[in-house]
């Protein structure tokens, strides 16, 4: 007969499986369709199936902007539909309101580029369903107080927090690469650049420290009961 722990993990197991097997499906629909249209960007290409977008650098950031082109300004100030605040590489568009620049290419390295930088937290969230379940398939065969489990438990806080950390300053890096592949001349500092545009990934953070001050308080419950069962 199965204990209740274990009959109460089954579902908690069954629902994690569940939404493990909800999130390979909509990752593998949306890597199928980068391929199939050869990386179309996932925000709408309007018919460009190879286009790639970057967030625009500031326009100081760039040399040769309209600071420090008289002829630019004289352009910008001259028509509203003029060119753009800082000289563009050849094929590159601004898309407003979000000020983003894209350029329809379709390079390996390029589209490795930007698809990877689109993937990459998701890739660390699909390890961590995947070391979720096998966290709690564990705990319902050994036990909630097993020692591997705790450990376990430790190394998934551990994973999710640095994981989705690394994973977001790698799509900072990426976006940058490709925003100074999309401008003319270059972009002046380009790690401040990138560090500006890092989005912190809070609530993973949260979550992962979570995890790690959760399985210290668990490994602290195993020691207690199992000085309590060396007493009796």
């Not at 629902?15 to 179309?40: K, Q, S």
């Not at 990877?116 to 937290?121: D, H, I, L």
């Not at 961590?128 to 705790?150: K, N, P, Q, T, Y």
């Not at 650049?193 to 989005?199: F, G, K």
């Amino acid at each position: 007969m199965s204990s209740p722990q274990a009959s109460s993990l089954k579902w908690t197991v069954i629902t994690v499986r569940v939404l493990l097997a909800l999130f390979v499906a909509v990752t593998a629909y949306e890597i199928g369709r980068a391929v199939v249209t050869g990386g179309e960007n996932a925000f709408g290409s309007r018919g460009t199936q190879s286009l790639v977008c970057a967030t625009g650098p500031g326009a100081l950031s760039v040399p040769g902007n309209f600071t420090e082109d008289s002829r630019l300004l004289a352009a910008m100030d001259a028509s509203t539909s003029g060119p753009f605040m800082y000289p563009l590489a050849q094929g590159a568009e601004v898309n407003e309101p979000i000020p983003q620049l894209c350029r329809d290419d379709s390079s390996v390295a390029t589209q490795l580029l930007y698809q990877s930088s689109r993937f990459a937290t998701t890739a660390v969230l699909l390890a961590g369903l995947v070391l979720l379940e096998r966290l709690i398939s564990r705990a319902r065969r050994e036990g909630g107080f097993d020692v591997a489990v705790v450990t376990r438990l430790r190394f998934l806080g551990l994973f999710l927090a640095a994981g989705t950390l690394v994973s977001s300053l790698y799509t900072a890096i990426a976006e940058t690469g490709l925003a100074e592949s999309m401008v003319a001349t270059t972009i002046r500092r380009p790690w401040e650049y990138a560090l500006h545009n890092w989005s912190l990934p809070w609530a993973f953070l949260v979550a992962g420290i979570g995890l790690v001050v959760m399985a210290r308080v668990v490994r602290v419950g195993a020691s207690m009961r199992e000085e309590l069962e060396g007493t009796v």
